[in-house]
C-alpha cells in the first residue's frame, strides 16, 4: 500500500491484514516514532453501504474514546485528504496492536483458564461500555477482539453498530452467521443487547475448544447445531417471537434434548461452564445480561465494580438520515478529518 498521503507517517511500512472494507498496514509515526494502524479503504464511496459503515465506525470510536475506558480501539487520526473535492480513498489511523483473538486461537500458543478468564472479563467490561452508550456492537467475533503481547484486549469493528432503541434495522447483514444469536436467525425485528451476549458465549466456547462453536452452513444447519447442544426450545421459550409464522417453523424443527455441557467442553472450568450455559440461552429474555455475566463467580477476582466504566454519554446516530448521500458522508468524513489536521491547505 502507498502511503503518499501524509508526510506524518514514515517507512517501514508492513501489511498487518485485510479487513473488511480494506487494507491494513502499519506504519511509523514521524513525530511520535510510535508503530500506528493505517487501514487505507479505497474507493470509499462507490457503495452507499460500504461507505455508511466507514462513517459509523469513526463517529462510534470517536465517541467511545475515553481515557478511563481504554476498552475499545482508538482512533488515532484520519488523514486529511490533499482536496476537498474529488477523493475517493479513506486512511483511518489505529492504535497497533499486535495480533486479535482469531489468530491467537489457531496458533500453538498454550491457554489456560487463567487466559480464558481474562480474556472473557475484558470483553465483557468492554461490552458493558459500548452497551451504556445505548449501542449494540451487532458483529462480535474472535477477529474483532485485538489483542497485544500482554494479553489485553480491545473491541474492534464497529462498522455494523446500532442503536439498542433502533427497531427497523434487520434488512441489514448483522453478525457472521456463526455468532448470531437465534433471534437473528429467526429474523425477530425488535432485538436487544442480548444479541451481543449470546455472541460472547459462541466465543468463550471457541476459546476452551480453539475451534467455532457452531461453524453453520446457512441459517437452517446453524439453527440445527445450535439446539443439538443447548436443546430445542419450549413454548415458553419462544415468546420474543412475534410471528405466528416463525414460532410454527421453530415447533416443525427436529427436535433434540438438551446436551450436557461437560460431555461437549470436558477440559472446561466449572464456572466458565456455568457462565456459558447462562449466556446460551435460546430466549434472550432469560439470557444473562452484561452486568450480572460480570458479577459471575467464575469472574470474582477480576471484578471491579468500580473499574468498569460507563460512556459518559449516550450515542446519537441522528447523522444516519435516509437522504444521505454518498457526497453528504464525504463531507462528514473530511470534517471528522480536520478535527485532527486542522490547519488550512494552501
Given at each position: 500500500m502507498a502511503i503518499t498521503v501524509s508526510s506524518k507517517y514514515v517507512p517501514p511500512i508492513r501489511p498487518v491484514g485485510r479487513g473488511a472494507c480494506g487494507i491494513i498496514c502499519a506504519v511509523v509515526n514521524a513525530q511520535t516514532?510510535?508503530?500506528?494502524?493505517?487501514?487505507?479503504?479505497g474507493n470509499a464511496f462507490d457503495n452507499q453501504i460500504d461507505a455508511k459503515r466507514t462513517l459509523r465506525e469513526i463517529?462510534?470510536?470517536r465517541h467511545?474514546?475515553?481515557?478511563?475506558a481504554l476498552v475499545v480501539i482508538s482512533i488515532k487520526d484520519i488523514i486529511r485528504p490533499p482536496r476537498r473535492e474529488n477523493f475517493n480513498d479513506v486512511y483511518i489511523v489505529y492504535e497497533l496492536m499486535d495480533t486479535d483473538l482469531h489468530h491467537l486461537l489457531r496458533s500453538n500458543q498454550p491457554l489456560t483458564d487463567d487466559h480464558c478468564q481474562y480474556f472473557l472479563y475484558q470483553v465483557l467490561r468492554g461490552l458493558k461500555y459500548?452497551?451504556?452508550?445505548?449501542?449494540?456492537?451487532?458483529?462480535?467475533?474472535p477477529s474483532n477482539l485485538l489483542l497485544n503481547a500482554k494479553c489485553d484486549l480491545k473491541i474492534g469493528d464497529f462498522g455494523l453498530a446500532r442503536t439498542t432503541n433502533e427497531t427497523d434495522f434487520m434488512m441489514e447483514y448483522v453478525v457472521t452467521r456463526w455468532y448470531r444469536a437465534p433471534e437473528l436467525l429467526l429474523n425477530c425485528s425488535e432485538y436487544t443487547a442480548a444479541i451481543d451476549i449470546w455472541s460472547v458465549g459462541c466465543i468463550l466456547g471457541e476459546i476452551v475448544t480453539r475451534e467455532p462453536l457452531f461453524p453453520g452452513k446457512d441459517y437452517v444447519h446453524q439453527l440445527r447445531l445450535i439446539t443439538e447442544l443447548i436443546g430445542s426450545p419450549d413454548d415458553s421459550s419462544l415468546g420474543f417471537l412475534r410471528s405466528d409464522n416463525a414460532r410454527r417453523y421453530v415447533r416443525s424443527l427436529p427436535q433434540y434434548p438438551k446436551q450436557q455441557f461437560r460431555a461437549r467442553f470436558p477440559t472446561m472450568s466449572s464456572g466458565a461452564m456455568d457462565l456459558l450455559e447462562r449466556m446460551l440461552v435460546f430466549d434472550?429474555?432469560?439470557?444473562?445480561?452484561?452486568?450480572?455475566?460480570?458479577c459471575h463467580p467464575y469472574l470474582a477476582s477480576l471484578h471491579e465494580i468500580y473499574d468498569e466504566?460507563?460512556?459518559?454519554?449516550?450515542f446519537s446516530f441522528d447523522f444516519e438520515q435516509?437522504?444521505?448521500?454518498?457526497e453528504d458522508i464525504k463531507e462528514i468524513i473530511w470534517r471528522e478529518a480536520l478535527k485532527f489536521n486542522p490547519e488550512p491547505i494552501h
Open positions: 516514532r510510535q508503530e500506528v494502524a493505517i487501514k487505507k479503504i463517529k462510534l470510536l467511545m474514546d475515553h481515557d478511563n459500548v452497551h451504556s452508550a445505548n449501542v449494540l456492537h451487532r458483529d462480535l467475533r434472550p429474555s432469560k439470557r444473562i445480561t452484561v452486568d450480572e455475566a460480570l466504566p460507563v460512556c459518559p454519554a449516550p435516509p437522504s444521505l448521500t454518498e
